[in-house]
């Protein structure tokens, strides 16, 4: 098993970098607060309406407009726990993930690959996730295994199946997920029950995690509730990561960024901790700025360095582990 080294913490030695002071993270976590109860999230499917409202949430039917107590929300925090084991089909690939340990894994998902023999520059296959995954297999300093590229010559209503098929056979690292709903999230954790010995073998040892994105600003679309829903009924880890656009799909400051950031994560977070309390959560982020010139994603900018810091802060307050994308 390994356990990484810390990054963050007051410690004889290493490097953090805290571009917030914890007054700063409590003006952003109570902005958040406000957002949720005040604004609310839009919330597509009845069944997580169900939830919400069962939850103690106030749930319009009509607008499908959720808001959520700032009550509800801290206590989901505090359900969620701060320390969790991602496993690999080799224990000695297990990761342990608490705030502030450091790991690497690869980014999804790409749906484009160079050949390697021809040059040519063409959709990804099914081989090519095969492939890709046993070559992280050998990577050392890669400690999990997302989904690089998808494969584009399956059908696309079980592509997340296909993918995880040539993962479990390519990788004995634990693996990123990133189905697109209920059937496909069934789907691949049977398909791991089967690899682990049965489905109390993997609540115990999940060599898989699940990654689902809300919807910028404050929505959760169906897809992503029922994968959030279903992986908390197995109690597999989530990965819950927003992928907010400053100046886009999000305020142009960076702080009102994060607060919007921030709001969508914690609406995902309570969702998976009402359906099933003590779910494995990860805090996560690809949020990014947009330039406002080309209307692109601005990656490796330095807007996008400040919100990983600042996101992987909050992950901290909340002592949950944290994915932050981008460079």
Same mark, same amino acid.
């Given at each position: 098993?390994?356990?990484?080294?810390?990054?963050?913490?007051?410690?004889?030695?290493?490097? &953090?970098? !805290?571009?917030?002071?914890?007054?700063?993270? &409590?003006?952003?976590?109570?902005?958040?607060?406000?957002?949720?109860?005040?604004?609310?999230?839009?919330?597509?499917?009845?069944?997580?309406?169900?939830?919400?409202?069962?939850?103690? =949430?106030?749930?319009?039917?009509?607008?499908?407009?959720? =808001?959520?107590?700032?009550?509800?929300?801290?206590?989901?925090?505090?359900?969620?726990?701060?320390? %969790?084991?991602?496993?690999?089909?080799?224990?000695?690939?297990?990761?342990?993930?608490?705030?502030?340990?450091?790991? %690497?894994?690869?980014?999804?998902?790409?749906?484009? /690959?160079?050949?390697?023999?021809?040059?040519?520059?063409?959709?990804?296959?099914?081989?090519?996730?095969?492939?890709?995954?046993?070559?992280?297999?050998?990577?050392?300093? @890669?400690?999990?295994?997302?989904?690089?590229?998808?494969?584009?010559? /399956?059908?696309?209503?079980? =592509?997340?199946?296909?993918?995880?098929?040539? $993962?479990?056979?390519?990788?004995?690292?634990?693996?990123?997920?990133?189905?697109?709903?209920?059937?496909e999230t069934r789907a691949i954790f049977r398909m791991a029950a089967?690899?682990? +010995?049965?489905?109390?073998?993997?609540?115990?040892?999940?060599?898989?995690?699940?990654?689902? =994105?809300?919807?910028?600003?404050?929505?959760?679309?169906?897809?992503?509730?029922?994968? @959030?829903?279903?992986?908390?009924?197995?109690?597999?880890?989530? !990965?819950?990561?927003?992928?907010?656009?400053?100046?886009?799909?999000?305020?142009?400051?960076?702080?009102?960024?994060?607060?919007?950031? !921030?709001?969508?994560?914690?609406?995902? @977070?309570?969702?998976? $901790?009402?359906?099933?309390?003590?779910?494995?959560?990860?805090?996560?982020?690809?949020?990014?700025?947009?330039?406002?010139?080309? #209307?692109?994603?601005?990656? +490796?900018?330095?807007?996008?360095?400040?919100?990983? #810091?600042?996101?992987? $802060?909050?992950?901290?307050?909340?002592?949950?582990?944290?994915?932050?994308?981008?460079?």
């Amino acid at each position: 098993m390994k356990r990484n080294l810390f990054a963050g913490r007051p410690r004889s030695g290493g490097l &953090s970098l !805290n571009v917030f002071t914890e007054s700063e993270l &409590s003006d952003i976590h109570l902005a958040s607060l406000e957002v949720l109860e005040r604004t609310g999230v839009f919330v597509e499917a009845d069944e997580a309406l169900d939830i919400f409202a069962d939850g103690g =949430c106030d749930v319009d039917r009509e607008s499908h407009i959720v =808001c959520l107590p700032p009550h509800v929300v801290e206590d989901a925090l505090r359900s969620a726990p701060s320390k %969790f084991v991602l496993c690999g089909r080799d224990p000695k690939n297990d990761i342990v993930l608490e705030p502030g340990r450091v790991a %690497f894994t690869n980014f999804s998902e790409g749906i484009r /690959v160079v050949d390697p023999y021809t040059g040519e520059l063409r959709d990804s296959t099914k081989a090519d996730v095969a492939d890709i995954a046993r070559l992280n297999d050998y990577l050392s300093d @890669i400690d999990t295994h997302e989904i690089a590229v998808g494969a584009r010559d /399956v059908p696309p209503e079980t =592509c997340a199946v296909h993918n995880a098929e040539a $993962q479990y056979l390519n990788t004995t690292k634990p693996i990123g997920i990133g189905p697109l709903s209920r059937i496909e999230t069934r789907a691949i954790f049977r398909m791991a029950a089967e690899i682990v +010995g049965g489905e109390d073998e993997l609540r115990r040892r999940p060599i898989v995690y699940n990654g689902v =994105c809300p919807v910028s600003p404050l929505k959760l679309p169906h897809e992503a509730t029922e994968v @959030i829903i279903e992986t908390a009924r197995w109690r597999i880890p989530n !990965n819950i990561l927003s992928m907010a656009m400053a100046g886009g799909s999000s305020p142009v400051t960076l702080a009102g960024t994060l607060v919007t950031h !921030n709001a969508e994560v914690l609406s995902g @977070i309570t969702l998976a $901790q009402l359906t099933e309390r003590g779910t494995p959560c990860i805090y996560g982020s690809s949020t990014t700025a947009m330039d406002l010139k080309l #209307a692109a994603a601005c990656v +490796g900018s330095p807007e996008l360095a400040m919100i990983s #810091a600042a996101v992987a $802060q909050m992950a901290r307050r909340y002592l949950l582990p944290s994915f932050v994308a981008g460079l």
